[in-house]
């Protein structure tokens, strides 16, 4: 099962939406992991060296830092990006299909969006 993370502006309830029904996953918010407040290339630089697949609403400025790594060539496990209009119900069902059916690496250098 892959890694994942959310950035600080992500819907926590799609968080712990897939923690209830996915006990296993190790998916953790960017709060969790002491980030509070970090830009956007720290984030990506510590979900890069965790082996984490990001989850986004920002699609102004995160993609861009994404883009920017792969461009510099920098490891970048993968972004999905969700528009706020997604519902919470769908986001878990795509982030649920996700974990269980990618291979770690199954990402890399790529952004793409959710819903799947």
């Known amino acids: 099962m892959i890694r ?3 950035d ?3 819907n926590a309830d799609v968080l712990r939406g ?4 996915l006990s296993a ?3 953790v918010s960017v709060q969790e992991a002491g980030l509070n407040g970090a830009l956007d290339p ?3 630089e510590w979900a890069a ?6 989850f986004t609403h ?3 400025t995160l993609t861009h830092f994404a883009y920017e790594r792969v461009k510099a060539g920098l490891s970048m496990p993968g972004v999905f990006q969700a528009g706020r209009a997604v519902p919470v119900g769908r986001a878990i069902e795509d982030i649920l299909l996700l974990a269980e ?3 770690e690496g199954e990402w890399e250098g790529q952004v793409r969006y959710l819903p799947l």
């Open 4 to 6: 994942l993370a959310e």
């Open 8 to 10: 600080e502006n992500f």
């Open 18 to 21: 897939v923690r209830r029904r």
């Open 25 to 27: 996953v190790d998916f």
């Open 42 to 44: 720290e984030v990506l």
């Open 49 to 54: 060296g965790e082996g984490r697949v990001l």
């Open 58 to 60: 920002d699609a102004s």
């Open 101 to 103: 059916c990618s291979r």
